[in-house]
């Protein structure tokens, strides 16, 4: 293990942020920390992978990715079961993996987390093979995330109203999910297989995950009326989305989640295809993340209001140039 190298993986297209400057802000920020940083800009799918693995097998100390959580997932599936830490600058539309892990949606106080130099061996799950350290599913978000996967414009927004669109006329699939020695057939609205607490934007589908238990969090959520099915939607903006009626969850090691045919998934909220058979698993504590050793425990609409107002504060020092 190289004791002081550190590859810093930027992608450039992730979110709505220009990342001119970034790298030499990371490297003058880290200067303090021992971190030899060496920049590297992503240009096409997968780079970020190639990139952290030639990393890894170089026995480098740590990887941070700017990015999204597509970029997190690409890099950190390089570092799965390595001694190779990852650092997280959220750059991305949603960063679900670093609000999590509380790590703040600002490039200068996520670099704080990363020179408190406080690594946690976390969990990431798999479904046939393929990781996912945040969230995998089927059904109404997978369709939705293959919809903003093509809009032309990424952030909240337009998030928002691809969800909307995609509302209007999904329909619930039947699914027969077997786990801890059940088997449950239901008919869903979308299920999610969560390592991690949030989809991303500060929507909770989980809220009691955690990435160091050894488990995966399964949400399941039944179609209702339009009304009911939308009163999910507040549910998961104020973390009380496990005690909607609509709402199944429960806690497994491993899963199987049967379909009729292949069709749309996510993993991380990127989109892709799976066949009828979906094996889950959880590997507990084969990832080293930096995370914030000030991390606060969820609470019901406190944490979401929290996180929302930090933001706030950030865009508007982003806004008037004052620093945060």
Not at 48 to 71: P, Y
Not at 220 to 249: C, E, F, K, S, W
Not at 271 to 290: A, D, F, S
């Amino acid at each position: 293990m190289d004791s002081n190298k550190c590859l810093l993986i930027i992608n450039p297209i992730s979110g709505t942020t220009n990342k001119r400057g970034l790298d030499k802000k990371v490297v003058d920020r880290l200067a303090d920390s021992g971190l030899d940083i060496q920049p590297a800009w992503t240009t096409a799918h997968g780079d970020a992978t190639r990139l952290a693995r030639k990393a890894v097998a170089d026995g480098w100390h740590s990887v941070i990715a700017a990015g999204g959580d597509g970029t997190v997932n690409e890099t950190a599936k390089a570092l799965c079961g390595s001694d190779t830490t990852l650092g997280i600058i959220p750059c991305g539309s949603g960063n679900g993996l670093a609000r999590h892990l509380d790590i703040p949606v600002d490039i200068d106080a996520a670099l704080d987390i990363i020179a408190a130099n406080h690594p946690v061996a976390c969990d990431y799950g798999t479904v046939n093979g393929q990781p996912f350290f945040c969230t995998f599913g089927v059904g109404f978000d997978a369709a939705v995330s293959y919809k903003f996967s093509r809009q032309k414009h990424r952030g909240l927004l337009t998030y928002l109203h691809s969800t909307f669109r995609e509302f209007i006329n999904y329909n619930a699939d039947e699914y027969v999910i077997s786990a801890n020695g059940h088997v449950l057939t239901e008919k869903a609205f979308l299920v999610a297989v969560c390592n991690a607490s949030q989809y991303g934007n500060n929507a909770y589908i989980a809220p009691h995950a955690s990435m160091t238990d050894g488990l995966l969090d399964i949400t399941i959520v039944h179609q209702g009326n339009p009304l009911t099915t939308a009163l999910v939607g507040v549910d998961l903006m104020t973390g009380y989305i496990d005690r909607n009626t609509l709402i199944h969850t429960f806690r497994t090691s491993s899963a199987t989640i049967q379909r009729a045919g292949s069709g749309p998934a996510h993993l991380d909220g990127e989109p892709v295809t799976l066949g009828e058979n979906m094996e889950v698993e959880c590997h507990p504590g084969r990832l080293n993340i930096y995370t914030n050793p000030n991390e606060r425990p969820f609470r019901p609409i406190i944490t979401p209001v929290y996180s929302m107002m930090r933001e706030i504060r950030l865009a508007a020092a982003r806004v008037f140039g004052k620093k945060k």
